[in-house]
C-alpha cells in the first residue's frame, strides 16, 4: 500500500486462496494520507494486475491519554490511531445523553491527534469521548471500551470568606460565609466542610448553589479547640466518616494538589484563621454614676481559661488599666479603677491578649459600634413645666455633673408626631437652659427629656408630660353685624390666627362687655394656625334700640369634640385691653331695585335715572328710608340687557 507521498507499508504474509483468489488485510497505517495504491508482490516479483488500484485507508483511533481531567476543562487529550491528515480538521466531543461538548482536535502526525478538554459545565460524570471529522469518517477500534470513556472530574481552586477576596478569617463561633470556588459540583447531594488542625477538625454541611459554586458556612471551632488556623477541606460526604475528599486544585489543572501544599503566597486560598472576639454592644453595664468602681463584663467567645488578659480604658487623654478575669468561654470580667470624675464622655475599652512570648495582642471587637462607658450627670427638675405653642419661652433644667463643654438638647417627645429640640445653654454644673421650640404638632402632653451625645444623663425619677398649649396672636374683621354672621346677618366671618390649634376640638369665640355675653357655635380648627367662628346674632341678649353700636372683648374657648368639659380657654398673644374688642353695628342692607324704576326707551336698551345712583350712594331704601352706616360704603350695581320678565338686575355686589 503506497500513497503519494512515497510512504508504504506492506500487509501480513498470506497465502492464495486458489488460483485465482488471495486475501490479504490492511497494514497499520501510521501516515497522513488515506488514498493509497495496491501492489501484489510475490517471491518471484511483482504480479502484474490491473493498474493502480485506487484503496482508502479508513482514519482510526484506538487508545487516548489520560482518561480523565478537571470539568473546567484545560487538559490535553492525545488520541492514538491511524490515517490522520494534517489537511483534515478533526473534533473531540465529549456526550452525556443528550449533553455534550466539543474542542478542535490538532493532528501531530498520522497516529497521533491531541485536544483540549473543553469546560464541562455541569456536575461531574463519565463521559463517552469520540473523535469525528466533517470531512472523513473516524472510527475507534478497540477490545477496551474503557478507551472510549473520559472522567470529568470535580475540585475547587479557592474558598472566598464573607464575600470579600482580603478576608481569611471570621470567629471562632462560628457562622462565616464560605464560598467555594470550583467545578463539576453536584447539586444532588450536600457536601462537607472540614477544618482541620493536625488530629483537630470541626466540620458544617455545604450546599451546592451550582456547578462552580458551592456553599457553607464556619462551624463553632473555640466550643472545643483554642483558637487558630486551620486548613479548609472539601468532603462529598455530608456526615462523617469523610473518606472522599474534592481536590483541592489552586487554580492549576492538576487534580492531584492538595491542601497541604499551601504555600505562603496562596495560603489564604484554602486556610482559616479562627479568632477570639468581644462585643462592645452587648457588654455591659457602659455608664454609670460618678466616683463609683465597677465591673464590666465582657461578653464574647473562645476566652481561654489558662490565657492571661488586659482590659484598657481610655478617654481624651487618659488611659487606664484594669483587671480581667476568665469567667467562662464566652464571658471576662473587667474591673475598672475608682472614678473621681463627672461626665467622662466615650470611655472607649480595650481587649488584650497577653500570650507566654510577652506580647500583647489586641482581641478583635467584633461589634458592629464601639464600645463605650460614661461617667454621667443627669437632670431633676424643669420650670416652668409648660409653654405656649409659638415657642421662644425660656425653661431652666436643673440637675448635676453638667459639662461646660457638652452639647445638650431639650427634647420634647411628640409621640407619633417626633421629637422636637431645643439646644440647651450650659450655665453651671448643676444648671442648664433652654427655649420651648416652635411647635407644630397637635400633641399637647408631651414627654420631656435632656440628651447629650456624649453622655448618658439620669432623668427625672418620674416622667414628665410637659404641657403645650395653643395661643390666638390676631383677629379679623373688627367689626360685625349685629345679626351675626348666620341667619339674615352680613358679618363676615372672623378668623383667628395662632398656633397650635387642633381640628379634633371645638373652639367658640365668645362676645362680652360688662353687661352681655354671647358665642359662636362651636367648630373645628380651620388649620394647625387658624380657627374661624360666625359671630353670634347680638340682637338676641341685648336690647339694640338702647345703642346703635356695642362694643365688646373677643376671647377664645376650647372645647374637646362633643362638646363636653372641660372648657379652656385658649391663651391671649397679649394683655392690652385694646387688642381684643369687636364692635357690633347695624351693616348697610342691600338696596332694592324694582322693575317698574327702569323704562325700554330702545328695544335691547335701558337706563337708569341719574336720580336712583344717588339714592344707592346716599344709602336711601326703596321706601325712602335712610340705611344706618357704620362708616362710608361704596355700593355698586349691575345693569342687565333683558326683555320680559326676567330680572333687570344681578344680585351681585353689594
Excluded at 463605650?372 to 421662644?392: C, D, L, Q, R, W
Excluded at 349691575?638 to 320680559?644: A, E
Aim: proline content about 5%; hydrophobic content about 35%.
Amino acid at each position: 500500500f503506497e500513497d503519494g507521498l512515497s510512504n508504504d507499508a506492506n500487509s501480513s504474509l498470506v497465502y492464495p486462496n486458489s488460483t485465482t483468489r488471495i486475501e490479504c488485510t490492511s497494514p497499520w497505517w501510521k501516515f497522513s494520507e488515506n488514498q493509497t495504491t495496491i501492489t501484489v508482490y510475490s517471491d518471484t516479483g511483482i504480479i502484474a494486475g490491473p493498474g493502480n488500484v485506487t484503496f482508502f485507508i479508513y482514519h482510526r483511533w484506538v487508545s487516548k491519554h489520560p482518561d480523565s481531567g478537571v470539568a473546567k476543562g484545560g487538559t490535553v487529550i492525545t488520541f492514538v490511531g491511524s490515517g490522520f491528515h494534517t489537511r483534515t480538521q478533526y473534533f473531540c466531543g465529549f456526550y452525556r445523553g443528550d449533553e455534550s461538548v466539543w474542542a478542535s482536535a490538532q493532528v501531530l502526525d498520522g497516529s497521533h491527534v491531541t485536544c483540549i478538554s473543553p469546560p464541562w459545565n455541569t456536575d461531574a460524570d463519565v463521559l463517552e469521548v469520540v473523535l469525528e471529522s466533517t470531512e472523513v469518517t473516524v472510527e475507534f477500534v478497540s477490545d477496551d471500551q474503557i478507551e472510549s470513556n473520559y472522567e470529568f472530574l470535580q475540585g475547587w481552586d479557592l474558598a472566598i470568606f464573607d464575600s470579600s477576596a482580603s478576608v481569611s478569617d471570621g470567629p471562632s463561633s462560628g457562622g462565616t460565609n464560605v464560598a467555594i470556588v470550583g467545578y463539576g459540583f453536584d447539586d444532588a447531594h450536600n457536601y462537607s466542610c472540614v477544618f482541620r488542625l493536625g488530629n483537630d477538625f470541626a466540620q458544617s454541611v455545604a450546599w451546592t448553589v451550582r456547578y462552580d459554586l458551592v456553599r457553607c458556612l464556619t462551624p463553632s471551632w473555640s466550643t472545643d479547640f483554642a483558637p487558630d488556623t486551620v486548613a479548609l477541606e472539601l468532603y462529598n460526604e455530608s456526615l462523617a466518616p469523610f473518606e472522599t475528599v474534592v481536590p483541592f486544585t489552586n487554580g492549576s489543572i492538576d487534580e492531584n494538589v492538595n491542601a497541604s501544599v499551601c504555600s505562603s503566597e496562596d495560603i489564604r486560598a484554602c486556610t482559616f484563621t479562627f479568632f477570639q472576639y468581644w462585643l462592645s454592644a452587648v457588654s455591659h453595664p457602659r455608664a454609670f454614676p460618678a466616683r463609683e468602681q465597677e465591673t464590666i463584663t465582657l461578653v464574647g467567645f473562645g476566652f481561654q481559661a489558662d490565657w492571661k488578659y488586659e482590659c484598657e480604658l481610655s478617654w481624651r487623654d487618659q488611659r487606664v488599666t484594669g483587671n480581667v478575669t476568665y469567667v467562662n468561654l464566652t464571658h471576662l470580667h473587667c474591673v475598672t479603677p475608682e472614678w473621681d470624675y463627672r461626665a467622662v464622655p466615650n470611655a472607649t475599652i480595650e481587649l488584650f491578649y497577653l500570650p507566654s512570648t510577652g506580647q500583647r495582642i489586641t482581641v478583635r471587637d467584633y461589634s458592629e459600634s464601639s464600645d463605650t462607658f460614661e461617667v454621667f450627670g443627669g437632670y431633676t427638675a424643669i420650670s416652668p413645666s409648660n409653654a405656649s405653642a409659638k415657642g421662644g419661652e425660656p425653661l431652666a433644667v436643673t440637675g448635676f455633673g453638667f459639662d461646660v463643654d457638652g452639647s445638650y438638647t431639650c427634647e420634647f417627645d411628640a409621640g407619633p408626631d417626633g421629637v422636637f429640640n431645643s439646644t440647651a445653654i450650659v450655665l453651671s454644673s448643676t444648671e442648664i437652659n433652654c427655649t420651648m421650640p416652635v411647635w407644630t404638632s397637635t400633641q399637647r402632653l408631651v414627654v420631656f427629656r435632656v440628651s447629650e451625645p456624649n453622655y448618658n444623663l439620669e432623668g427625672l425619677a418620674e416622667p414628665v408630660d410637659f404641657l403645650v398649649f395653643p395661643e390666638w396672636f390676631t383677629y379679623s374683621p373688627s367689626i360685625g353685624d349685629r345679626l351675626g354672621g348666620s341667619n339674615a346677618g352680613l358679618s363676615p366671618i372672623v378668623t383667628i390666627t395662632g398656633v397650635g390649634f387642633d381640628p379634633q376640638r371645638d373652639y367658640s369665640c365668645v362676645f362680652s362687655n360688662a353687661t352681655f355675653t354671647a358665642s359662636s357655635e362651636p367648630v373645628g380648627a380651620n388649620t394647625f394656625y387658624s380657627v374661624i367662628c360666625a359671630p353670634p346674632i347680638w340682637d338676641d341678649v341685648t336690647s339694640w334700640n338702647d345703642f346703635d353700636i356695642s362694643e365688646t372683648a373677643i376671647s377664645l374657648i376650647e372645647t374637646e369634640v362633643g362638646g363636653g368639659l372641660p372648657r379652656t380657654a385658649v391663651f391671649s398673644f397679649t394683655e392690652e385691653e385694646d387688642q381684643n374688642n369687636f364692635t357690633f353695628v347695624q351693616v348697610n342692607r342691600r338696596p332694592s331695585f324694582m322693575g317698574s324704576a327702569v323704562r325700554n326707551t330702545l328695544q335691547g336698551q335701558s337706563f337708569a335715572f341719574p336720580g336712583w345712583a344717588y339714592d344707592i350712594e346716599q344709602g336711601v331704601q326703596e321706601d325712602g328710608t335712610a340705611v344706618g352706616v357704620e362708616r362710608s360704603q361704596a355700593l355698586s350695581f349691575v345693569i342687565l340687557h333683558s326683555t320680559g320678565s326676567k330680572a333687570f338686575f344681578s344680585d351681585g355686589p353689594h
